[in-house]
């Protein structure tokens, strides 16, 4: 199985390849450069595999939660290829992602990723006997605070929504087993996650690969600026 995965939603960068079981991958931590270095990344990723384009069967994407024009570029780009090779797209939940890159010890696994305007998109997962991982609070945007979690005796916590709202999380985590909140969600993690739903048979025409934002929104006006 040979996959292309792309992870645009933050502010790092990345795009990986899954290859006969292998994963090789490029990221970068580059806000407002996503467009002009994720093409490059995945070309260079294919001449060191030794793979042209053709030959991949599939083209993972992580779409979102996350920055709308990250969200965007990642979709748009993997639809764009898919129809252009005639391949089908696997969407992953950047969430998910970014809690992949959370230890397997046992614990629960909360993602929070800062979605500014004093809010983070956040979601819970457990792994279970396989070591993928099971949503058990769906995703949401909503203020630090009123974020609701499953009891668990200890959680992992990762994302920027831990890095700025760390004392508000902790609250409601209690001090967590393993934490980190300068992780991002990462294309490794969007190819390992697709492999899963591709062999599953859970692979979707371009057409069908939809962003999730959560939000509808980008900014607070003026009005509601002045009034926090």
Known sequence: MNLLAIETSTEACSVALYHAGATIARSELAPRRHAELVLPMADALLAEAGLRRR????????????A???VRLAVSLAQGMALGLDLPVIPVSSLAALAFDAPD?????????DARMGEIYAASYRRDA????RLIADE????????????A?????????WKVYRDVLAAQTGAPLWSDGERYPQAHAVAALAAIEFDAGRALPPERALP????DKVALTLVEQRAR
């Open 130 to 133: 396989q070591g993928a991982l």
């Open 55 to 66: 030959q991949l069967d599939a083209i993972a994407v992580g779409r979102g939660p996350g």
């Open 153 to 161: 005796a200890a959680w992992n916590v990762i994302g920027s929504g």
């Open 140 to 151: 949401c945007v909503c203020a630090p605070g009123a974020l609701r979690l499953p009891e």
């Open 212 to 215: 999730i934002y959560l939000r």
């Open 68 to 70: 709308f024009t990250g």
């Open 105 to 113: 010890n046992g614990a629960p696994v909360l993602a929070a990723i």
